[in-house]
T-cell receptor, first 113, second 112 residues
Framework: DAMVIQNPRYQVTQFGKPVTLSCSQT?????MYWYQQKSSQAPKLLFH???????NEADTPDNFQSRRPNTSFCFLDIRSPGLGDAAMYLC????????????FGPGTRLLVL | QKEVEQDPGPLSVPEGAIVSLNCTYS??????FMWYRQYSRKGPELLMY????GNKEDGRFTAQVDKSSKYISLFIRDSQPSDSATYLC????????????FGKGTHLIIQP
């Protein structure tokens, strides 16, 4: 009964080769988040969608983009991955701003060669 | 000074011990306090959610918040090997749907 699904679970890409990570949810939550978590580090928010409104964190590099074509799906595009972008990428959802409802997916581990 | 400080560990204790995990923070605007458990190579799962100061108990887990000291704790009683994981504190000011501010996490090992 997976509620937040991330694909793929593992992604290997080459330096500079665009990559897209996907997230889908069955919770019908209106807010979706993308976090980056590097090894032994705290998850760091990249951006979030509140319904269709896109909110970018000030320090999120331009190399990272996101799309949300509908309520259920959200994509993370990395236009030109660098070695420093290797990390676990976590998708999360919540109902409005109620953080107690925030639910994380299993993550996509990205390796950049 | 970082917004949230959390000792990364590892913290190793024998099975059955009481475990104490802690975070300190600097931003007095935080009002919501959460603890997440994260197993290796998995996403975080919410364990405890607390609003403002006080204690909250759920089974073997107790969350404690002291806003005057900007100090939050998670206690685990009768610890089990299955409790071995990384525990992250997460804080929120409640001002909107922006994301949580996480600690780095404490790696906990329960020895059988």
């Amino acid at each position: 009964d997976a509620m937040v699904i991330q694909n793929p679970r593992y992604q290997v890409t080459q330096f500079g080769k665009p990559v897209t990570l996907s997230c889908s949810q069955t919770l019908n939550h209106n807010v979706m988040y993308w976090y980056q978590q590097k090894s032994s580090q705290a998850p760091k928010l990249l951006f979030h969608y509140y319904d269709k409104d896109f909110n970018n964190e000030a320090d999120t590099p331009d190399n990272f983009q996101s799309r949300r074509p509908n309520t259920s799906f959200c994509f993370l595009d990395i236009r030109s991955p660098g070695l420093g972008d290797a990390a676990m990428y976590l998708c999360a959802t919540s109902r409005d701003d109620r953080k107690e409802t925030q639910y994380f997916g299993p993550g996509t581990r990205l390796l950049v060669l | 000074q970082k917004e949230v400080e959390q000792d990364p560990g590892p913290l190793s204790v024998p099975e059955g011990a009481i475990v104490s995990l802690n975070c300190t923070y600097s931003n007095s605007a935080f009002q919501y306090f959460m603890w997440y458990r994260q197993y290796s190579r998995k996403g975080p799962e919410l364990l405890m959610y607390t609003y403002s100061s006080g204690n909250k108990e759920d089974g073997r887990f107790t969350a404690q918040v002291d806003k005057s000291s900007k100090y939050i704790s998670l206690f685990i009683r009768d610890s089990q090997p299955s409790d071995s994981a990384t525990y992250l504190c997460a804080l929120d000011s409640g001002g909107g749907a922006d994301g949580l501010t996480f600690g780095k996490g404490t790696h906990l090992i329960i020895q059988p």
